[in-house]
C-alpha cells in the first residue's frame, strides 16, 4: 500500500523532475557530452568489431586461402565458402566464391579468431543502415575494398616454396605421369 509520501512522489513525477534536475545542472555548468551524430563521428576504440572485412598481403595478393574454418567458426551461419586451386599457383588455393551475410552477423569476431592466415579482420565499418538488406550480402570484392580502406599498412607475403614449383613447371612441361593401369583396383 502506497505511503501518503510516495503517493504525493507518484503524482508528482518526482523521478522524471530529479532526472531534469540533473540535466539542468550539467547543461548550466556546460558539460553536454551530446555527440551529434551524424555531423561529428564517434571516436571508436580500437578494439572496436565493426563490418568483418578481407585482407591482402603487401604486393596486393589475397590473403584467404579458401579453407573454410571461419565459415565453420561463424555461430550464425552466416559465412559461405567455395574454394578453388589456384591458377597462378599450383597447389595454393583461394575462395573463389565467398559470402558473408551481414544481416545475421552478431560481429563475434570468431571467424576472426579461426582464420589460420589472418585474413579477415574487425573494421570500424557501422554505417550499415540501409533500405534494401540484399546491400548487407557481402562478396569477397565487397570484403576487400573495405580491407583497403581500413587497413592500408599491408603484412609482406611469405616466401613460397620454390623446389615444388620448380618441379610442377618441369612435369608441365615434360607431361605429368600417368597413372598406372590396375594400380589401384
Ligand atoms: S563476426 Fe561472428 S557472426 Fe559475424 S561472420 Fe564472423 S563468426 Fe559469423
Ligand atoms: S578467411 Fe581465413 S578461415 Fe576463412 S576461408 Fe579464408 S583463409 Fe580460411
Redesign the pocket.
Given at each position: 500500500m502506497l505511503t501518503g509520501k510516495k503517493l504525493f512522489q507518484t503524482i508528482i513525477f518526482s523521478e522524471i523532475l530529479q532526472g531534469l534536475k540533473l540535466t539542468l545542472k550539467h547543461m548550466l555548468k556546460g558539460n553536454v557530452i551530446t555527440e551529434q551524430y551524424p555531423h561529428e563521428k564517434p571516436q571508436l576504440p580500437d578494439g572496436w568489431?565493426g563490418a568483418?572485412v578481407h585482407l591482402r598481403y603487401d604486393d596486393g595478393t589475397e590473403k584467404c586461402v579458401g579453407c573454410a574454418l571461419?565459415e565453420a567458426?561463424?555461430?550464425?551461419?552466416?559465412?559461405t565458402v567455395i574454394s578453388a586451386e589456384r591458377p597462378d599457383l599450383p597447389q595454393k588455393r583461394i575462395a573463389e566464391t565467398y559470402i558473408?551475410d551481414?544481416t545475421?552477423?552478431?560481429?563475434?569476431?570468431?571467424?576472426?579468431q579461426?582464420c589460420p592466415v589472418n585474413a579477415?579482420a574487425?573494421s570500424k565499418e557501422y554505417e550499415l543502415a540501409t533500405r534494401d538488406k540484399r546491400e548487407l550480402v557481402m562478396t569477397k570484392d565487397t570484403m576487400l575494398t573495405l580491407g583497403d580502406k581500413y587497413f592500408p599498412v599491408r603484412e609482406k607475403r611469405p616466401v613460397y616454396s620454390d623446389a615444388r614449383m620448380d618441379l610442377f613447371e618441369a612435369l608441365k612441361a615434360t607431361g605429368f605421369p600417368k597413372a598406372e593401369k590396375g594400380h589401384n583396383s
Open positions: 568489431r568483418i571461419c567458426a561463424c555461430p550464425s551461419h552466416c559465412i558473408l551481414m545475421k552477423c552478431v560481429f563475434c569476431g570468431f571467424c576472426v579461426a579477415l574487425s
